[in-house]
């Protein structure tokens, strides 16, 4: 649900905390799934220079999908 500035500006202090919890917790989730998609590649690249890993994607997918 997007509100405008004056939409938000009407409504109530109660409907303006539930919207605010709902709002905190979208964006804590796309910022959770932003760091790992930035990390991934990293840590595999790290651990590639350590250890031989045949297939770097088919591990980023793994460690994804074990994420979700």
């Given at each position: 649900m997007q509100l405008t500035n004056e939409q938000v500006k009407c409504l109530s202090d109660k409907d303006v905390e539930k919207h605010r919890k709902r709002y905190e917790t979208y964006v804590g989730a796309k910022t959770t799934e932003m760091l790992i998609e930035?990390?991934?590649p990293l840590a595999t690249k790290a651990v590639g220079m350590i250890v031989w890993v045949k297939d770097?994607?088919?591990l980023q997918n793994e460690l994804k999908n074990g994420y979700s």
């Amino acid at each position: 649900m997007q509100l405008t500035n004056e939409q938000v500006k009407c409504l109530s202090d109660k409907d303006v905390e539930k919207h605010r919890k709902r709002y905190e917790t979208y964006v804590g989730a796309k910022t959770t799934e932003m760091l790992i998609e930035s990390f991934l590649p990293l840590a595999t690249k790290a651990v590639g220079m350590i250890v031989w890993v045949k297939d770097v994607d088919a591990l980023q997918n793994e460690l994804k999908n074990g994420y979700s």
